[in-house]
T-cell receptor, first 112, second 114 residues
Framework: DAKTTQPPSMDCAEGRAANLPCNHSTISGNEYVYWYRQIHSQGPQYIIH???NNETNEMASLIITEDRKSSTLILPHATLRDTAVYYC?????????????FGKGTLLTVNP | GAGVSQSPSNKVTEKGKDVELRCDPISGHTALYWYRQSLGQGLEFLIYFQGNSAPDKSGLPSDRFSAERTGGSVSTLTIQRTQQEDSAVYLC????????????FGPGTRLLVL
């Protein structure tokens, strides 16, 4: 499977934009990039996904580079409740794309 | 609408006892998944249901683990003769069949085996 690389931790000030990077240099042409997050003591939560175009929803924006080798999740105005571990995931292909493989992710700490 | 619910939220049991964990998926979601998360670790896939059948049981760690789903809805994960290494948070998720990558997770059951 294509692997993803994320920084282990990041800090962000409340109200500022949080930009979370993910490298996926071995991504294949038809693999989507998915982002989930896990707030402490809760189950993971789907955030957003994309293939090659930038995407935006009520939670976040996803910017994917033209070569698709990396992406950035943007939380435009981070709040304290956005403190969580953020996972960048490329669901397995070949008919087994239901298996979400969660790596270590990035622990985002939003500070007051 | 209601999200995925799991029960019990916490379970403490003695080594060697059997436990049963329950998952109620979102109404209309035909796909259901079980994962577990040990302390400080990532999520580990256990099993996937499409309707009442389980096309992939490859993640079940041993034959002490089993799962079933009836009526295309509620699922139970049973662990027989629990061991201390079974202590973890057991997470259930559900999705529409056509978008298995977009999964909605429940709050989990925290299992502690003494």
């Amino acid at each position: 499977d294509a692997k993803t690389t994320q920084p282990p931790s990041m800090d962000c000030a409340e109200g500022r934009a949080a930009n979370l990077p993910c490298n996926h240099s071995t991504i294949s042409g038809n693999e989507y990039v998915y982002w989930y997050r896990q707030i402490h003591s809760q189950g993971p939560q789907y955030i957003i996904h994309g293939l090659k175009n930038n995407e935006t929803n009520e939670m976040a924006s996803l910017i994917i580079t033209e070569d698709r080798k990396s992406s950035t999740l943007i939380l435009p105005h981070a709040t304290l409740r956005d403190t969580a571990v953020y996972y960048c995931i490329l669901p397995q292909g070949g008919g087994s794309n239901y298996k979400l493989t969660f790596g270590k992710g990035t622990l985002l700490t939003v500070n007051p | 609408g209601a999200g995925v619910s799991q029960s019990p939220s916490n379970k403490v049991t003695e080594k060697g006892k059997d436990v049963e964990l329950r998952c109620d998926p979102i109404s209309g979601h035909t796909a259901l998944y079980w994962y577990r998360q040990s302390l400080g670790q990532g999520l580990e896939f256990l099993i996937y249901f499409q309707g009442n059948s389980a096309p992939d049981k490859s993640g079940l760690p041993s034959d002490r683990f089993s799962a079933e789903r009836t009526g295309g809805s509620v699922s139970t994960l049973t662990i027989q003769r629990t061991q201390q290494e079974d202590s973890a948070v057991y997470l259930c998720a559900s999705s529409f069949e056509v978008s298995p990558e977009t999964q909605y997770f429940g709050p989990g059951t925290r299992l502690l085996v003494l």
